[in-house]
């Protein structure tokens, strides 16, 4: 009778991400510890909005939980008709060039390397792509190589969108917890339910992850490690949400494309802004600087909790609205919804028209006088 009450796939799921919870629980004060004693700390710097030397390296407990949680949970028949352990390989790819960027710091260009290798790897041995277009364009079935190729490209562009939200403390964690609820919760009611365990099991590691990060006695950063991983996870739902609703079904939603750039709308729409104001001013994409939306709200006086209260309720929000109202819109009406909502989402979050005074991380420079003072 337990047997029967446990192999249930809600109590299931419950327990994956109960188990998931208590593996990053019990490693972060380790990892903590043993950055502490190694110095392995990320120094604060002109950008920071952090003034503490803090450990960056919240994605080992991350990856450690979703790896071996998602191989004890998912069903082995699943795994092996639909090749989906084969994901693993991508995101052990993605998890030591995260951890490296952490540890050494990397050119940007050869994590992006990294991030095209996992996901045509994920392409090819999973099949899990993006084969129709939903009339974009007047474009419905597209062949193999055109759909490896835009797969590819809305991996990777989804992984460096979560890669950048990740600049105040909780921001990716609730980003990431909202988006995957709500595909979880989608891939729950149409029977995908090794996605379906994979959303539970994310979702438990960062909502352990998050009360570190927001932490006194042991706060720890995701780092790269952890953002790309989990970047790469949203990504495959993203994909994988779409190529279910290519055909009919239980839970059919002719808007897929749509409803998932909206269930991701905060790191995709901010990162989008940001690139393009950073190469319309002639410098690089990857260039970092203090121009994304957090950024905004926190040189506002706001605090790195408020900020991510704020900006996950607005993806909440957009989340909640757009499977209501335009879940059965036509794709080629709202994606031009999508681009003119864009446009002026440009125009008015911009630093000179958001924040009312110039950035200065004020505990930074109270720790500078502080040393200087010390030093005289």
């Known amino acids: 009778m337990i047997t029967d009450f446990l192999n249930t796939p809600l109590v299931s799921l419950s327990v994956a991400s109960i188990f998931a919870f208590i593996i990053v629980s019990v490693t972060i004060p380790v990892i903590v510890r043993v950055a502490m004693e190694k110095h392995l700390m990320e120094e604060p710097n002109g950008r920071s909005s952090h003034a503490q030397k803090t450990p960056n390296f919240g994605g ?3 990856f450690a ?3 071996m949680t998602f191989l004890l949970a998912t069903p082995e028949t699943a795994s092996s008709a639909l090749n989906i352990h084969l994901i693993i390989p991508s995101l052990v790819i993605l998890f030591f060039i995260g951890l490296k960027d952490d540890i050494l710091v990397i050119d940007p ?3 992006l390397l990294a991030q095209i290798l996992a996901a045509a790897l994920l392409i090819y041995f999973t099949d899990i792509r993006i084969s129709n277009l939903f009339g974009i364009l007047g474009t419905y ?4 190589i055109p759909s490896f190729v835009i797969t590819l490209f809305v991996i990777v562009v989804i992984i460096n969108a979560y890669n950048l939200i990740d600049g105040i403390d909780g921001l990716a964690a609730g980003i990431g917890i909202v988006a995957a609820l709500t595909f979880g919760i989608y891939f729950y009611l149409a029977g995908i339910y090794w996605a379906a365990v994979l959303a539970a099991v994310l979702i438990g590691s960062l909502l352990a992850f998050i009360r570190f990060n927001f932490s006194e006695e042991n706060k720890i950063f995701m780092g790269d490690s952890g953002s790309l991983i989990v970047g790469f996870i949203l990504s495959l739902f993203a994909v994988k949400f779409i190529q279910h609703n290519e055909v009919l079904n239980n839970v059919y939603i002719p808007n897929a494309p749509t409803i998932a750039i909206l ?6 729409f901010d990162t989008l802004r940001v690139f393009t104001h950073r190469i319309a001013g002639g410098i690089g994409p990857f260039v970092a600087d203090r121009n994304h939306i957090h950024h905004f709200i ?9 900020a991510t209260l704020l900006l996950s309720l607005c993806s909440i929000a957009v989340v909640s ?3 209501y109202f335009f879940s059965q819109s036509s794709v080629s009406y709202s994606f031009t919804g999508l681009i003119v909502t864009f446009i ?5 979050i911009r630093r000179d028209v958001i924040v009312k005074k110039p950035y200065i991380n004020e505990e930074l420079l109270r720790k500078k006088r502080r040393s200087t003072v010390g030093q005289s």
Do not use: Q, R, T
């Not at 079935?141 to 193999?144: G, K, V």
């Not at 926190?298 to 408020?306: E, M, W």
């Open 263 to 268: 269930i991701l709308a905060v790191p995709l």
């Open 65 to 67: 939980s979703v790896v």
């Open 60 to 62: 080992i407990a991350i």
């Open 298 to 306: 926190i040189d506002n006086g706001f605090s790195h909790l408020s």
């Open 109 to 111: 260009y050869k994590k």
């Open 344 to 348: 002026l989402y440009s125009l008015i």
């Open 141 to 144: 079935e597209i062949s193999y």
């Open 321 to 323: 609205i757009s499977c």
